[in-house]
């Protein structure tokens, strides 16, 4: 099950697929998490933590695939088997 790795935060995805979940979080993470980020996010964007201090506005499927490279050892090797 997909968590989300914020220290003290308690989410769970709880999609049907890993492709689903990992959308789920990436949502979760900008209602959640990126309240602190000092820029405006245009529709249809997210923004990725990508650093220690580093944040980038990409779009849901470039973040989706960032996501994907972050999480190598886990759901995103499962997720290439709908293609
Ligand atoms: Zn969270």
Known sequence: MLQCSRPGCGWQAFAPSAAAAQEQ???HLVE???TDVDAEIPDGMVQVHVGDD???????DEATELHELKQSTDV???QRERD
């Open 25 to 27: 979080y990436l949502v």
């Open 32 to 34: 959640a998490h990126a």
């Open 54 to 60: 580093e944040w980038m506005t990409v779009s849901f």
């Open 76 to 78: 995103s090797t499962r």
